[in-house]
């Protein structure tokens, strides 16, 4: 455990923190101590993702970039319509 962790550069540091935030916001949802429909929701998995997407710039893998960049594109989504629901509604 202690080589795995002397081996971590910032950017993997950075891009474990994200995963553990958008891992964090799904448990809290799971758990009902978070709606999904509230703006912490799309924001936190916004920049989670964005974390994640630091780290990929280092360590580039496709299929992993693909699909937070999706997630990165949904969560922007929620944001915009949690705006635009709340000055409807």
């Known amino acids: 455990m202690a080589a795995l962790l002397n081996s971590l550069t910032l950017a993997d540091a950075i891009g474990s923190f994200g995963a553990l935030v958008v891992v964090a916001a799904y ?13 912490a929701f799309p924001v936190l998995n916004l920049a989670g993702s964005i974390l994640i997407v630091y780290s990929l710039l ?8 693909l ?13 915009v319509q949690f705006f635009r629901l709340r000055r409807t509604g």
């Open 58 to 65: 280092e360590n580039f893998n496709l299929a992993s970039m």
């Open 27 to 39: 448990f809290a949802t799971q758990m009902r101590m978070m709606n999904s429909n509230d703006l």
């Open 67 to 79: 699909i937070e960049g999706f997630w990165i594109l949904i969560s922007l989504i929620g944001i």
